[in-house]
């Protein structure tokens, strides 16, 4: 009778999970696959993926079928219990803080026109930021760029003059 006590004993050592939170990993799982297919093929030759797992990744790109779909994600997340996880969320991670903060670049290049077009009060600050601009052809780009809007043209001068700051930001 004492082992049978003994057993249960052991048994409430061990970590158990409830129904929930094994589900809740599940999902987890699953959705760090679904972003994993997300990724183009050179991040994913960055990560330890075994040969299983590349495969249901590029059979997910041939199914159409939302049903389909959806049991190929479980699938997928049934995989995932043997790849290294945190390598994985790390690799993804740090990809989508650089597109974060190549979107906030993007962002501060957009705000520069638009306040270089807006008024002329705007250039010497941006001068101050970007010693290497050539006020004369910014000059120029802003009024071609002022004379578009008013005649409510397509803003062709307005690209040139974002591709004129990103060139100088990128130097």
Same mark, same amino acid.
């Given at each position: ?45 960055k ?30 997340? &049934? ?63 802003m ?16 690209? &040139? ?5 990103r ?5």
């Open positions: 009778m004492t082992d049978l006590f003994d057993d249960a004993e052991s048994g409430e050592d061990q970590e158990l999970k409830s129904k929930t939170q094994l589900k809740r990993e599940m999902h987890d799982l699953q959705e760090l696959g679904r972003k994993l297919l997300a990724q183009k093929s050179e991040m994913l030759d990560l330890d993926l075994n040969a299983e797992m590349r495969a249901a990744i590029e059979e997910m790109k041939r199914i159409r079928s939302n049903e389909a779909r959806r049991r190929h994600l479980q699938y997928i997340g &049934k995989l995932m219990r043997d790849v290294d996880v945190d390598q994985v969320r790390e690799v993804i991670e740090r990809q989508e803080a650089g597109t974060q903060a190549y979107i906030r670049y993007f962002h501060q290049l957009e705000s520069w026109r638009d306040k270089l077009i807006a008024s002329d009060d705007h250039l010497e600050p941006f001068m101050e930021a970007y010693p290497a601009a050539e006020r004369q052809h910014l000059r120029q780009l009024r071609n760029a002022r004379k578009e809007a008013e005649r409510n043209k397509p803003p062709a001068a307005a690209r &040139k003059l974002f591709k004129y700051i060139e100088l930001a990128d130097d």
